[in-house]
């Protein structure tokens, strides 16, 4: 079965072409970060008119790199949330439209366990991995969550625990602006740090005990405090100009003495280290046969190094397996669209033409706060 997959949740317009297997015949994407780099951030209203204009191409590309007529497409899967509503909204009508007209079926998917799906992909000429074994804890961090769930077979999910407030994405990107690094903030972050010291200044961990939820957001205000004596103060009027979004986002002014590359590194640290102990600590709690990492966070590089180690120090070196999905996999893409729908295809999910954006959507029951 050949599935095409469609995601327009956020900034990324992108189509897929995957097999129920989870081989990766074509993956596109088409990013906007060029669109919103001048205002430090994502603008809804320019990513949805983003899509609107790039998604034609972006499928054609997909089914013309998978050496595949629209014909020969055996399902159509598409991102109904969580996400940007005008965003959604674009993927959702062209992946319906294309369902009506091809008569196949339409299979709405949920984008956080399009990220979770991710790790059952194999990418062209890839040599494929054995499937993750169940009951495995995932650890899912992206720009607007982050996650500890049990996964107990294809499709079950229970939710361990969740940031009360800022998710590790967004603590990345945040940390990124306060240090005038530019946007996206993971990978700027993880570049500055690679010059720096980890342990060059202590800043704040929030382990709320020995639950499984996350705090992100006292660790932004300690840098912020950090970075303050070495910033230099704009003219009040230009200030006012930078607090609308459609206005262009300047970055702000330091001394040049300020230690960027150790402020990064410690910074990077004090996420990556509550994220890999509280991750470790739930696979041994629920007796885990793997631990899984998702979402764009999972591409950080010192997350990877963080969780195997902290496997091996608290597991032993034959525990569990570190699975994380290849790198161009781990930010959004459609192919992990497609092959989560694979998997829920059958289970006999499938939706009609009553399905609608769901802005809000959450992988386990209640909706997010
Ligand atoms: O999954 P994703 O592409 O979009 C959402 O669903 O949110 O995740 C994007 C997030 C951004 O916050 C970005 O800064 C972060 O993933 N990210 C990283 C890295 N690459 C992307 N964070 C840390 N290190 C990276 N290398
Ligand atoms: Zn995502």
Avoid at 9 to 26: F, H, K, L, M, N
Avoid at 137 to 163: A, D, F, K, N, P
Avoid at 314 to 339: K, S
């Amino acid at each position: 079965m050949k599935i095409l997959g469609i995601e327009t949740s956020c900034d990324e317009t992108a189509a897929a072409v995957v097999t129920d297997g989870g081989r990766v015949r074509s993956n596109v994407i088409s990013s906007q970060i060029a669109l919103h780099r001048a205002h430090g951030g994502v603008v809804p209203e320019l990513a949805a008119r983003g899509h609107v204009t790039a998604i034609i191409p972006v499928v054609e590309t997909a089914l013309r790199e998978a050496g595949l007529g629209r014909a020969q497409i055996d399902a159509i899967a598409v991102t109904a949330g969580p996400g940007l509503a005008g965003s959604l909204l674009v993927g959702v009508n062209v992946a319906k439209a294309l369902a009506y007209a091809l008569r196949r079926p339409l299979v709405p998917v949920n984008h956080l366990e399009g990220h979770v799906y991710a790790n059952w992909l194999t990418l062209p000429g890839a040599e494929p991995v054995p499937p993750p074994r169940f009951p495995l804890v995932c650890l899912l961090v992206s720009g607007g969550h982050t996650e500890l769930i049990l996964m107990t077979g294809h499709g079950q999910y229970r939710h361990l625990g969740r940031t009360l407030d800022d998710a590790a994405g967004e603590a990345f990107d945040k940390g990124a602006r306060l240090l005038g690094l530019g946007y996206p903030g993971g990978p700027a972050i993880q570049r500055a740090a690679a010059e720096g010291r980890p342990d060059a200044f202590p800043l704040p961990r929030a382990w709320l005990g020995e639950g499984f939820d996350f705090s992100f957001s006292g660790l932004k205000t300690a840098l912020l405090r950090l970075v303050e004596p070495y910033r230099i103060a704009e003219p009040a009027a230009d200030r006012l100009k930078t607090s609308t979004p459609f206005v262009e986002h300047r970055p702000p002014r330091f001394r040049s003495d300020l230690p960027v590359a150790d402020l990064a590194a410690s910074y990077q640290e004090a996420v990556v280290e509550v994220l890999a102990v509280k991750a470790v600590r739930a696979a041994a709690a629920f007796d885990a046969a793997t631990l899984l990492l998702a979402g764009g966070v999972a591409a950080n590089a010192a997350l990877r190094e963080r969780l195997d180690r902290e496997v091996i120090e608290r597991l032993g070196t034959d525990a569990i397996p570190v699975r994380y999905p290849p790198l161009e996999l781990c930010t959004d893409n459609a192919a992990m669209i497609a092959g989560a729908a694979g998997f829920a295809l059958k289970r006999g999910v499938q939706g009609g033409w009553e399905v609608d954006v769901q802005p809000r959507l959450a992988l386990v029951g209640q909706a997010q706060r």
